[in-house]
Nanobody, 127 residues
Framework: QVQLVESGGGLVQAGGSLRLSCAASGRTFSSYCMGWFRQAPGKEREFVAA????????KTADSVKGRFTISRDNAKNTVYLQMNSLKPEDTAVYYC????????????????????WGPGTQVTVSS
């Protein structure tokens, strides 16, 4: 049984930083692609960043490029999202997700392509 558990969300002022963690268990994830998505009230869930566990290859959404960084710790089976220079528009519930059959050389950005999801963690950025 795959389990993804996010942590690290909270309330932060604009310009501040947070680091989200996603602890993965229940499977060997070496062939997976791990992603972060977010969903603000009244909006669709959107891609933030993803990383291929085996190669470390990453993809980041243009809206957060240069501010957010995704990484992984193989020994801890944990994926991180370092978020710097946060803006009020980054306020959302952030979800960790796993794609169990990633494409060669590509990272999927549609949430429909991800098989497993965590419950989410709230990030609120005040102005």
């Amino acid at each position: 049984q795959v389990q993804l558990v996010e942590s690290g969300g909270g309330l932060v002022q604009a310009g501040g930083s947070l680091r989200l963690s996603c602890a993965a268990s229940g499977r060997t994830f070496s062939s997976y692609c791990m992603g972060w998505f977010r969903q603000a009230p009244g909006k669709e869930r959107e891609f933030v960043a993803a990383i291929k566990w085996s190669t470390g290859y990453t993809k980041t959404a243009d809206s957060v490029k240069g501010r957010f960084t995704i990484s992984r710790d193989n020994a801890k089976n944990t994926v991180y999202l370092q978020m710097n220079s946060l803006k009020p528009e980054d306020t959302a519930v952030y979800y960790c997700a796993a794609d169990s059959s990633p494409l060669m050389g590509l990272i999927r950005v549609s949430p429909n392509e991800y098989d497993y999801w965590g419950p989410g963690t709230q990030v609120t950025v005040s102005s």
